[in-house]
C-alpha cells in the first residue's frame, strides 16, 4: 500500500489533487483511517493516478476523467474517450484561430482607419468643385477620390477629358488614405469622414468604396509656362455664350467647342484660323461647367499653349479645374 504522499511522488499528481479527486469520486483511496483520515493506494491505483494527471493536463472534464478511471482496464474504452476529447480540442483549435484571424483583422483594420474632420462648409465647396467631373460610367472613373493625410482632404473627379481638384485643410487622425467613392453617394455636406480600405462613414452614413487603382492624377498636375490670367467669371460666361457654336464630333458623340486665347477673347473656328500661339480649344460645355464650379467672382485661367490641358484655378485656394484640349 501507498500512502498519500508516495501516490503523490509516482503519479504526478499533488497531495491536495488527490484529496480533490477522492472527494469528486474520480480517484478513491483503497483504505482511509477512520481516526486520522490518512489515506493509502493499492499498486494498482497508481496507473489510474497516472491516467487521472494525463488527462487533466489536456482539459478534459471532471466526468469523463472518472469515466475513463472506471473504464479501467479497458483500454479500446479509454481510448474513445480520449479521441472525443481530442476531437473536442481540435474542434476548439479551430474556432480559436478563426477568433484570433477575426481579432488580427480588427487591430489591422484600427491600425489602417483614418478619421478627418472638417467643417461642412469647406467640405462642400469641395464637392461642388469636382462632382461635376465625374464620369458618368461606373467604375472608378464614376467615382471621387477621397485623399486623407498631412493635414488635408483632397478630393479628385475625372472622366478622362477634364480633371477637377479641390483640397480642404481638415484634422486627420491615423495614416494617409485613399479610397474612392461613387460621386452620387457623396454627400453635399459633412463634417466627420471615417476612411478604411473597405469602407467609408460620412456622418455616420457607410458608403461601400470602389475597387481599382485609381489615375495618377499629379502627373498631369504642373504649372503651365504660359499666361496665368485673372477673369471675371461672370464675363467670361457671356463672352463664350455669346459665341456661334462650333461643333465637333468625338466617337459619334457631338460636342461644342470654345477657343480661347491668351487676351481671352473667344472666337469661332474660322477666325482663328491664322492664329496657332498662345490659344487652347476645349469642350464649351465642360468650361462653363468649371467656370461654375470655380464659384462667383474672380477665378485664374492658364493656358499652356494648344496641345496642354487649360487650367481653372481659384485664386489663393487649392482648387481648380484642368480641360484636356482638343483639335481644331
Same mark, same amino acid.
Given at each position: *500500500?501507498?500512502?498519500?504522499?508516495?501516490?503523490?511522488?509516482?503519479?504526478?499528481?499533488?497531495?491536495?489533487?488527490?484529496?480533490?479527486?477522492?472527494?469528486?469520486?474520480?480517484?478513491?483511496?483503497?483504505?482511509?483511517?477512520?481516526?486520522?483520515?490518512?489515506?493509502?493506494?493499492? %499498486?494498482?491505483?497508481v496507473?489510474?493516478?497516472?491516467?487521472?494527471?494525463?488527462?487533466?493536463?489536456?482539459? *478534459?472534464?471532471?466526468?469523463?476523467?472518472?469515466?475513463?478511471?472506471?473504464?479501467? $482496464?479497458?483500454?479500446t474504452?479509454?481510448?474513445?474517450?480520449?479521441?472525443?476529447?481530442?476531437?473536442?480540442?481540435? %474542434?476548439?483549435?479551430?474556432?480559436?484561430?478563426?477568433?484570433?484571424?477575426?481579432?488580427? !483583422?480588427?487591430?489591422?483594420?484600427?491600425?489602417? *482607419?483614418? !478619421?478627418?474632420?472638417? @467643417?461642412?462648409? +469647406?467640405? +462642400?465647396?469641395?464637392?461642388?468643385?469636382v462632382?461635376?467631373?465625374?464620369?458618368?460610367?461606373?467604375?472608378?472613373?464614376?467615382?471621387?477620390?477621397?485623399?486623407?493625410?498631412?493635414?488635408?482632404?483632397?478630393?479628385?473627379?475625372?472622366?478622362?477629358?477634364?480633371?477637377?481638384?479641390?483640397?480642404?485643410?481638415?484634422?486627420?487622425?491615423?495614416?494617409?488614405?485613399?479610397?474612392?467613392? $461613387?460621386?452620387?453617394?457623396?454627400?453635399?455636406k459633412?463634417?466627420?469622414?471615417?476612411?478604411? $480600405?473597405?469602407?467609408?462613414?460620412?456622418?455616420?452614413?457607410?458608403?461601400?468604396?470602389?475597387?481599382?487603382?485609381?489615375? %495618377?492624377?499629379?502627373?498631369?498636375?504642373?504649372r503651365?509656362?504660359? $499666361?496665368?490670367?485673372?477673369?471675371?467669371?461672370?464675363?467670361?460666361?457671356?463672352?463664350?455664350?455669346?459665341?456661334?457654336?462650333?461643333?465637333?464630333?468625338?466617337?459619334?458623340?457631338?460636342? @461644342?467647342?470654345?477657343?480661347?486665347?491668351?487676351e481671352?477673347?473667344?472666337?469661332?473656328?474660322?477666325?482663328?484660323?491664322?492664329?496657332?500661339?498662345?490659344?487652347?480649344?476645349?469642350?464649351?460645355?465642360?468650361?462653363?461647367?468649371?467656370?461654375?464650379?470655380?464659384?462667383?467672382?474672380?477665378?485664374?485661367?492658364?493656358?499652356?499653349?494648344?496641345?496642354?490641358?487649360?487650367?481653372?484655378?481659384v485664386?489663393?485656394?487649392?482648387?481648380f479645374?484642368l480641360?484636356?484640349?482638343?483639335?481644331?
Amino acid at each position: *500500500m501507498r500512502g498519500i504522499g508516495d501516490m503523490a511522488r509516482v503519479s504526478g499528481l499533488t497531495v491536495s489533487a488527490l484529496r480533490f479527486y477522492d472527494s469528486a469520486g474520480v480517484l478513491v483511496p483503497a483504505e482511509v483511517d477512520p481516526f486520522t483520515g490518512y489515506r493509502r493506494y493499492r %499498486d494498482d491505483q497508481v496507473r489510474a493516478a497516472r491516467l487521472v494527471a494525463s488527462l487533466r493536463r489536456v482539459g *478534459m472534464p471532471i466526468a469523463e476523467i472518472t469515466a475513463a478511471v472506471r473504464a479501467l $482496464p479497458d483500454a479500446t474504452a479509454v481510448d474513445a474517450l480520449i479521441e472525443r476529447h481530442l476531437r473536442r480540442l481540435e %474542434d476548439g483549435l479551430a474556432d480559436a484561430r478563426r477568433e484570433l484571424s477575426h481579432a488580427r !483583422t480588427l487591430l489591422e483594420l484600427e491600425i489602417l *482607419m483614418t !478619421t478627418v474632420t472638417l @467643417p461642412a462648409g +469647406a467640405f +462642400a465647396a469641395a464637392v461642388a468643385a469636382v462632382r461635376f467631373a465625374a464620369g458618368t460610367d461606373p467604375g472608378l472613373l464614376g467615382g471621387v477620390l477621397l485623399e486623407a493625410g498631412d493635414g488635408s482632404l483632397t478630393l479628385v473627379a475625372t472622366d478622362r477629358f477634364r480633371l477637377a481638384v479641390a483640397s480642404a485643410t481638415a484634422e486627420v487622425e491615423g495614416p494617409p488614405i485613399r479610397v474612392v467613392v $461613387p460621386a452620387g453617394e457623396l454627400p453635399d455636406k459633412a463634417g466627420t469622414l471615417t476612411l478604411e $480600405p473597405g469602407r467609408v462613414t460620412v456622418d455616420g452614413a457607410e458608403i461601400t468604396p470602389i475597387e481599382g487603382d485609381y489615375p %495618377d492624377f499629379r502627373r498631369l498636375v504642373r504649372r503651365p509656362g504660359g $499666361p496665368r490670367v485673372q477673369v471675371d467669371v461672370a464675363e467670361l460666361r457671356a463672352a463664350v455664350e455669346s459665341q456661334p457654336v462650333v461643333m465637333r464630333e468625338h466617337d459619334g458623340s457631338p460636342y @461644342p467647342l470654345v477657343i480661347l486665347n491668351q487676351e481671352l477673347r473667344t472666337a469661332t473656328e474660322q477666325e482663328w484660323a491664322a492664329d496657332v500661339d498662345g490659344h487652347v480649344a476645349v469642350n464649351r460645355d465642360y468650361l462653363l461647367q468649371a467656370l461654375d464650379a470655380g464659384g462667383a467672382g474672380q477665378l485664374v485661367l492658364e493656358l499652356d499653349g494648344p496641345i496642354h490641358p487649360l487650367a481653372v484655378r481659384v485664386p489663393e485656394q487649392d482648387r481648380f479645374s484642368l480641360l484636356m484640349p482638343v483639335r481644331h
